[in-house]
C-alpha cells in the first residue's frame, strides 16, 4: 500500500541561535514542505561534510535559517504532479537547493523538485543513500577520468582525502576498474579498510602546512581525483604525468590553490573541476544508470555505518571535524 503525507511529521531542524546553529527534532506540518514535484516518504539519508557546514555557523551553504538539512535522500514517491515518477517508485535525490535552500533529507517526508529525482532500478534506498552526493561525486569524477582517455595502462592514479565519502567510493570505483590507486588519507587508522576498497598503496597526507610546492616536482602520477583542495591540489598537480588529467571536488584544505602554469603549459595536465549540485537531470540521471552497472561500487557494504536521527547532531560535528571514514547513513522510515 502506498503511504500518504501526514499532518505533521519528525524532522531534524537546524535554527541559527546567536553565534550557533542548533539542529533539534521538531514536527514540520506538511503544508510547511517546500514547492516542488514529487514528495516522498524519505527512507534513508546520508551525512555530508556540506551538510556539517550547514550546522555550523557561517558554514556558507545555507541561504536562511531555520532548515531541515540533508542534502540527499532515497525513499519512495508518494505523490507526484510529473508523468516522470509515480507513487510507489523507489528514488534517490540530491542537488539543487535540497538540504540548502529547502528542507531536506532529515525527515519523514521531502517535497523536491523532478529535476533533482532519479528513480532506482537495481540499488535499494539504502545503497542509494550510502552512495548519496558523496558518491556520485565520486562517480562523476571517474567518468571525467575515463571520459579524457585515462586507462590503467597509463600509470598509477593517486586519490587525497581517500578515507572521506568521496575519496572512499573513488578508491572502490578506480581499483574495480584495474587502476593501480594510492590512496591519501591523514587517518592512520583507515588503511585497512582502503586496503579493501582496492589501494595499491596506502600514504599519509601528501603535504603539510610547511611543505614547499615547486612549480614541477617529479611526475608519479597519470590521473588524481582530489578532494581536499589548497596545498595538496598543488602539490598533485606538479606531480602529474604529462597529459596527466586531475577532477577535483574538495576544499577541505583551502580553497586557496598555490600553485602556477607551469604544470599546464610544460606537461599539458588538464584540471577538470567536479559539481554535482548544479548539473542537469539527463547528466544527474546517466551516472546514476552506471552507479547501478558498470560503476556500481563493489564493496559497498565495507562502506556503510548506519545510525539513527537521534545520532546524527554528534556524526555531524565528528564529520565536519574529519573524524568520519567511508560512508554514513541515517536511517529515516527504513
Request: proline residues 5%; glycine residues 14%; hydrophobic residues 45%.
Amino acid at each position: 500500500m502506498t503511504r500518504t503525507l501526514p499532518d505533521e511529521f519528525t524532522v531534524l531542524m537546524a535554527r541559527e541561535a546567536g553565534d550557533s546553529v542548533a539542529l533539534t527534532s521538531e514536527r514540520l506540518a506538511a503544508t510547511d514542505l517546500p514547492d516542488g514535484e514529487v514528495t516522498i516518504a524519505v527512507e534513508y539519508s546520508g551525512v555530508n561534510y556540506k551538510d556539517a557546514l550547514a550546522v555550523t555557523p557561517r558554514g556558507g551553504v545555507v541561504r536562511d535559517y531555520p532548515i531541515v538539512p540533508g542534502i540527499d535522500l532515497a525513499g519512495e514517491v508518494i505523490a507526484s504532479s510529473t508523468l516522470d515518477f509515480e507513487p510507489g517508485d523507489r528514488v534517490v535525490a540530491h542537488g539543487g537547493p535540497i538540504g540548502t535552500g529547502q528542507h531536506g533529507g532529515y525527515a519523514a517526508y521531502a517535497r523536491v523538485p523532478a529535476s533533482q529525482v532519479v528513480a532506482l532500478d537495481t540499488l535499494s534506498t539504502r545503497e542509494a543513500a550510502a552512495i548519496g552526493t558523496a558518491g556520485f561525486t565520486a562517480a562523476m569524477s571517474v567518468v571525467a577520468l575515463l571520459d579524457r582517455g585515462l586507462t590503467p595502462d597509463d600509470g598509477p592514479v593517486v586519490v587525497t582525502g581517500a578515507s572521506g565519502g568521496v575519496g572512499s567510493v573513488s578508491v572502490d570505483l578506480l581499483s574495480s576498474l584495474g587502476f593501480s590507486v594510492t590512496a591519501s588519507s591523514g587517518k592512520t587508522d583507515a588503511t585497512g579498510l582502503l586496503t579493501e576498497l582496492g589501494a595499491a598503496e596506502v600514504v599519509g597526507r601528501l603535504v603539510d602546512a610547511d611543505t614547499r610546492i615547486r612549480p614541477l616536482g617529479k611526475s608519479l602520477w597519470a590521473g588524481a581525483v582530489d578532494c581536499v583542495g589548497g596545498k595538496t591540489l598543488a602539490y598533485v598537480l606538479s606531480t602529474m604525468n604529462h597529459s596527466g588529467t586531475v577532477a577535483a571536488s574538495g576544499l577541505t584544505g583551502g580553497a586557496d590553490l598555490p600553485t602556477t602554469v607551469m604544470p599546464f603549459i610544460l606537461r599539458g595536465v588538464a584540471l577538470l573541476g567536479i559539481d554535482s549540485v548544479l548539473i542537469g537531470p539527463e547528466l544527474r540521471r546517466s551516472i546514476w544508470a552506471r552507479l547501478e552497472t558498470d560503476l556500481r561500487p563493489a564493496h559497498l557494504d565495507n562502506l556503510i555505518t548506519e545510525i539513527g536521527l537521534d545520532d546524527l547532531p554528534s556524526t555531524l560535528e565528528a564529520i565536519g571535524a574529519g573524524g568520519i571514514t567511508g560512508r554514513t547513513v541515517v536511517r529515516i522510515n527504513g
